[in-house]
């Protein structure tokens, strides 16, 4: 059994959780606890994905990564650089998918906290940086590590946004979740069911592992609230 | 010295506050929602004023929008309402948080009376959800003296306390100030603890100053 479609899928999924963590934590942490006009445009346009059929995602990403598109022609013309038809393009279709779950954990997580602990923190000297390093980021961490599992997990598992801009090819681009569509489709019901195994166990023990800990953690804050 | 001169719209009402403190207990009396800590967070530097002057010994804090120094530059020193101990740091941590890495001789010294005169020597080890009420009053007061502070503000520092924890604490304070010589600033809606506390006693009223009445019990106590 070629195992290429597994590991091409924990690789997309890594580098495209690593991706939108810094995205999402970026942006979640500049829009929280801000007022300005058009915020819930910004918001709405980020969490659209999520709402979206991943056929339209993936439609919009080849209007714009394609041969023709606004990006994909510029950096085809200024770099020699192809994005369709690769495993960037399967990284790019995880990240614009899994980036709503990544921004609402972090946006929740950041808006949670107690702003007079970073208030605090301002009066004894502490800069901005500081203060997120130190007080914001360890606080919210719950939150943001509940993102990061539910990022990955949505990695591992995209399919339509990524079939649009990356395609079916075997060795480069055939990931689990496509593996499994082509092996059913050619009637290799066999290679199709060893795939589905191994993904729903991939799955399965991300958000098992993913409850145990938050339960834990919640035990720990309700503790700390006496 | 400290000179505060500021307005600021507030949602019901403006504020509209002048006062002078040396280096004495101010107390900032009036009912809840009369914009007695809106005052404090103006002087630390967390909300800004709309117009007017903060000055702390002739550095100037605020003189316009234009021209307000960054709450870490202050040197203030600041007793939250709730204390606001950061959870996931020990007392030691939460005390030295504002230190810098390379602690002086007399810095060390300075730590070091504190946790005596406080007596919380033996809960540095410990967390915030670990200590009592009193000792996390205690904690946040010696964590807002350890910057060595030109100003300590201080919000209902004593509001979340039992009776006698709160006589307690109240003659603490009064030690503490009598050791430190800064001007403290502190927001009670308690009439008998501003008069316990305060050397002077300012009323508010829907942001305006409407009174001020020197502390009675004072003198009888300290001396």
């Known amino acids: 059994m070629n195992l290429s479609p597994l590991l091409l899928s924990v690789k997309v999924a890594v580098i495209s959780t690593a991706i939108v963590f810094v995205l999402g934590v970026f942006l979640a942490h500049l829009f929280s606890k801000r007022q300005f006009f058009g915020k819930s445009i910004f918001e709405s346009l980020f969490l659209l994905p999520l709402v979206l059929p991943p056929t339209v995602v993936g439609f919009g990403l080849l209007i714009l990564f394609g041969k023709k598109g606004w990006i994909g022609s510029w950096l085809l013309e200024t770099f020699d650089i192809q994005i369709v038809f690769t495993w960037t393009a399967a990284v790019i279709a995880s990240v614009v998918v899994s980036f709503p779950l990544m921004y609402q954990s972090a946006a929740a997580a950041f808006d949670s906290l107690d702003n007079k602990l970073g208030d605090a923190a301002r009066t004894m000297g502490a800069s901005e940086w500081r203060v997120f390093r130190t007080i914001t980021f360890p606080l919210a961490w719950p939150g943001l590590l509940a993102g990061l599992v539910l990022s990955f997990a949505r990695g591992l598992g995209e399919f339509g946004a990524t079939l649009m801009l990356a395609g079916y090819i075997p060795g480069k681009t055939d990931t689990i979740p496509m593996a499994i569509y082509f092996a059913v489709e050619a009637g290799k019901m066999e290679k199709a069911t060893f795939w589905v195994v191994i993904i729903t166990a991939l799955g399965f023990s991300t958000i098992l592992w993913l409850n145990w800990w938050s339960k834990r953690n919640l035990r720990r804050f309700a503790s700390e609230k006496r | ?223």
Request: contains cysteine; aromatic residues 6%; proline residues 3%.
């Open chain 2, 1 to 223: 010295m400290l000179d505060v001169s500021i307005r600021k719209r507030l949602n019901h009402f403006e504020l509209d506050v002048s006062f002078q403190a040396h280096n004495e207990i101010i107390v900032l009396a009036g009912s809840s929602g009369a914009g007695k800590t809106s005052i404090l967070q103006a002087i630390a530097g967390l909300t800004e004023p709309d117009s007017g002057i903060i000055t702390l010994n002739g550095k100037s804090f605020f003189s316009g929008k234009k021209n307000s120094l960054p709450a870490r530059s202050r040197n203030i020193g600041y007793l939250f309402q709730d204390y606001a101990l950061f959870p996931h740091m020990t007392v030691e941590r939460n005390i030295y948080y504002g230190l810098h890495k390379q602690t002086t001789a007399t810095t060390g010294f300075i730590i070091e009376q504190l946790l005596t005169v406080l007596g919380i020597s033996h809960l540095l080890d410990k967390y915030p959800h670990q200590i009592s009420g009193g000792e996390k009053q205690r904690v946040a007061l010696a964590r807002a003296l350890a910057t060595e502070p030109d100003l300590l503000l201080l919000d209902e520092p004593l509001s979340a306390l039992d009776e006698e924890t709160r006589e307690e604490c109240q003659d603490e304070l009064l030690r503490l100030h009598e050791l430190w010589k800064i001007p403290f600033l502190i927001v009670t809606h308690s009439r008998s603890e501003a008069e316990k506390l305060g050397d002077r006693v300012l009323h508010l009223k829907k942001g305006l100053l409407v009174n001020e009445s020197r502390g009675t019990m004072k003198e009888t106590l300290v001396h």
